[in-house]
């Protein structure tokens, strides 16, 4: 009743839809392995980042290490980022009418998403440095 191919068709159909989906799935789990890999690449890199940069100025701790107080004086007082948080919530808080000059600069700035304001790669060391 069946055909004298049959068990060689059986055995084929059998052998390649096991590889096929092995490859598969090896090419699936290859994929999601790599994005996790990167993902956890790069939360490491910010981590590191947080933790060796002042995330204000961006100034690496190997420049506070050959100044007096060093990194962690400069990340918890000279450029503490909650101080801008609250100075942000604080102008938001107040009526633009009652603005300061510089008040109405940051606000503007902020407002337009435009992060300029923050000293990027400056501190008052740096430029007491440069002025020696």
Request: one cysteine or more.
């Amino acid at each position: 009743a069946g055909d004298e191919y049959e068990l060689y068709r059986v055995v084929f159909d059998i052998t390649f839809f096991f590889f096929v989906i092995v490859i598969l799935l090896a090419i699936t789990l290859g994929l999601i392995i790599d994005a996790f890999g990167e993902l956890r690449d790069q939360q490491e890199q910010v981590k590191e980042d947080m933790e060796t940069k002042c995330f204000i100025c961006g100034i690496g701790n190997d420049y506070f290490d050959t100044v007096p107080h060093g990194f962690e004086t400069h990340t918890l007082q000279e450029h503490n980022l909650a101080n801008y948080l609250f100075f942000l919530m604080y102008l938001i808080n107040k009526d633009e009418t009652e603005h300061t000059g510089q008040e109405s600069y940051v606000w503007k700035m902020y407002q337009e998403r435009c992060w300029e304001f923050f000293p990027a790669g400056d501190c008052f060391r740096k430029q007491y440095e440069d002025q020696l």
